[in-house]
Nanobody, 115 residues
Framework: QVQFVESGGGLVQPGGSLRLSCVAS????????MGWYRQAPGKQREVVAS???????NYADSVKGRFTISRDNAKNSVYLQMNSLKPEDTAVYYC?????????WGQGTLVTVSS
């Protein structure tokens, strides 16, 4: 059974950094493009960053230059390094395949950017 478990969220001040981790089970991430997504209160889920099997990456305009997605196929894990965080980055962050697989969304990890 495919499962994604996210971790690494928390409360951080504006300008701070966090590194999110996602461990996948039931599938091999090396065979798939993977993505990080987020859902802010009252808003729809949106894609933040994606990484292809060949490690090419894509980012939402709102996070370009601040976030970096990476993968470790040996650990079946995907990461999101987030720097220069802003209050508008506050959201629950999820990982999934890219595009996301319906019904495979995990619990996510909450990131709160506030002073």
């Amino acid at each position: 059974q495919v499962q994604f478990v996210e971790s690494g969220g928390g409360l951080v001040q504006p300008g701070g950094s966090l590194r999110l981790s996602c461990v996948a089970s039931g599938m091999r991430i090396r065979l798939h493009a993977m993505g990080w997504y987020r859902q802010a209160p009252g808003k729809q889920r949106e894609v933040v960053a994606s990484i292809l099997t060949g490690s090419n990456t894509n980012y939402a305009d709102s996070v370009k230059g601040r976030f970096t997605i990476s993968r470790d196929n040996a650990k079946n894990s995907v990461y999101l390094q987030m720097n220069s965080l802003k209050p508008e980055d506050t959201a629950v962050y999820y990982c999934n395949a890219a595009p996301g697989w319906d019904s495979k969304w995990g619990q996510g990890t909450l990131v709160t950017v506030s002073s």
